[in-house]
Each structure stands twice: as structure tokens, then as C-alpha cells.
């Protein structure tokens, strides 16, 4: 079956959620560990508060993605028990993908801030990585 509003299969739509859901699963069980990290450590500082939050962001970005793209796995799958139209796909689809790249975003957030908690010069270069990292993310989108 196609997908009427974009054209494209739903087997496209299947493996793409497939692999986003691995990958989404991924980084979130990473800013997890990050956010468990902040919270055993001693350290209370309005900087770590913030890393805490863009933290916890992250992995409730990616926890929706991973629930968006699982419906939309599901009802891509050869057997669904539903008959599913177009614009059945539309909503998970918008979500999970809105919701991805603002896991990225946050993570990207995240891994620039860090530095910042050692030192000025420390700071400097992972905001800097942070930023080519966005960059290089926004070409490979191109």
C-alpha cells in the first residue's frame, strides 16, 4: 500500500520506523544515564540544574518518538487488524519526526553544556563541537 499524501510505501514507512525507534531508543537511554549521573552527583549548581533539564528533555523526546514510530511501524506492517487510510499515518508520523529532532536538538544542547561545568576553555570547545555537530546534522538533511 502507498501513502496517497506523500507517495511513498508503506514498507518505506516501516523500516524508516524501524530504524528510527532503534536509534531513538539509543539516545534516550543515553541522556537517561546522563540524568542518573546528575543525580548522584554533589554538584547543585545552576548549570548542572540546566544540563539536568535539557537532560530530561531529551529522553522525553525520544520515549515519544519511540511510542510515535511504533504505531506507525505497526500500522505499516503487513497484517494489521485495522484497514488504515493515509491520513491515519499522518499524526505519529508529524509527531515522532517533530519529536526526534528535538531530542536531537536537546541532546546536541546537552553535549555543548557540559564543558562549561569544568572549565571556561573546556566550555568553549565542546559549545563549539556542539555547533559543528549541528551544522553537520543540518547538511546531511540537505
Known sequence: ?????TGIPFEYWNKL???VITISSLLGGFSIAIIA???VSQNDS?????IMLVSTLAGSFFLVTIFA?????????DGYPFQVAE????LPRLLGTISFFLGVFSLITMISLAGWTKSKR???ITTGL???TFILILLMMT
Open 17 to 19: 520506523a524501524n530504524q
Open 130 to 132: 556542539g555547533m559543528l
Open 37 to 39: 549521573n546528575i543525580l
Open 87 to 90: 491520513r491515519d499515518l499522518a
Open 46 to 50: 545552576r548549570l548542572v540544574k540546566i
Open 1 to 5: 500500500m502507498t501513502d496517497l499524501t
Open 69 to 77: 514510530m511504533t504505531k506507525l511501524l505497526l500500522m505499516t506492517t
Open 122 to 124: 573546556m566550555g568553549r
